[in-house]
């Protein structure tokens, strides 16, 4: 039961990250948004260190998460990459599946197959994540091509390893594997936007709306990892990617955008997926 509550708290915290984070993204470039959000993020899980005297994880588990840190920055790039090409209807859901069905995968083969009603509440949930995930501005429906699927599923493959690494990197520490797989992504992403070249950090103006992105980042890969210590990896994982939910409830009450009935019966079938994990 506790790692179910650590899980969808990570997913509140993640939505709302996202949350802050496209807002952010919409006064200045997301990519440098994401290096200023991961700088800030990982001075203050240095300071958390410091000051707690947190222990230290052991170099595998380092080099894990330091890898889990690379490949999610990676996915990120490449979703906002699919997004800038327009197919943002179809980039979220595709992403979004892909990135909670490997770890299902990836679990049932660690951990064994789970019980009849959880692997019903996966099968639920990944349909709540596609409904939830679907963009509701889209005028039309998106043709699909499978060249439109590449950079989304392979985003989605990058950010379900990262599930899987970091579990594999928090087995006996938190706060330092949490530190190398920050840093990795903050050299990571700010490799890729030297590349592009121009400015490496965002406007000053947005630097404050960056920084709560940050900490909530922080709040919901934190709650990520103890629900995947405290229980299922895949649990937690799928629990984890339900975050559209909270950025969707959020724009809904905060910016007045609209739900869409497809969106409410992804919120509804999340629910009832949650519940068939907890049983």
């Given amino acids: 039961m506790l ?3 650590y ?3 990570s997913a509140l915290i993640w939505g ?3 949350f802050t984070g496209g807002i952010a993204s919409r006064r200045a470039d997301p990519y440098r948004t994401v290096v ?3 700088i800030i993020g990982l001075a203050l899980l240095l300071a958390a260190a410091l000051l707690t005297g947190a222990p230290l994880a052991s170099w595998p588990e380092l080099a894990w998460s330091a890898a889990a840190g690379a490949l999610g920055c990676s996915g990120l790039v490449m979703l906002y990459k699919s997004f800038a090409d327009g197919k943002m209807s179809i ?6 599946l892909t990135s909670a069905a490997l770890p299902i995968v990836v679990g049932s083969f660690l951990e064994g197959l789970p019980g009849a009603l959880k692997f019903a509440g996966f099968g639920l949930a990944l349909i709540a994540i596609w409904l939830i995930s679907k963009d509701h501005n889209a005028e039309k429906p998106a043709r699909i091509r499978l060249a439109d699927l590449r950079l989304p599923l392979l985003s989605g493959l990058f950010f ?3 599930f899987i690494l970091m579990d594999r990197g928090t087995q006996s520490a938190v706060l330092w594997p949490m530190i ?7 050299v990571t992403i700010a490799a890729y936007v030297l590349f592009l070249r121009g400015p490496l950090l965002p406007p000053r103006r947005i630097w404050p709306l960056i920084s709560l992105n940050a900490l909530l980042d922080i709040g919901g890969n934190a709650f990520y990892v103890l629900a995947a210590r405290a229980g299922r990896m895949d649990v937690a994982a799928v629990l984890g990617s339900l975050y559209p939910g909270s950025t969707v409830l959020l724009a809904w009450l905060l910016l007045r955008e609209k739900i869409t009935r497809l969106q409410f019966a992804g919120i509804l079938a999340a629910l009832v997926a ?3 994990m907890t049983i």
């Fill in 3 to 5: 790692s179910i509550l």
């Fill in 7 to 9: 899980g969808l708290t």
């Fill in 16 to 18: 709302a990250g996202d």
């Fill in 36 to 38: 200023l959000s991961e």
């Fill in 91 to 96: 980039a979220a859901p595709a992403s979004a």
């Fill in 160 to 162: 379900g390893l990262y």
């Fill in 180 to 186: 190398a797989s920050r840093g990795a992504g903050a």
């Fill in 274 to 276: 949650i519940a068939l």
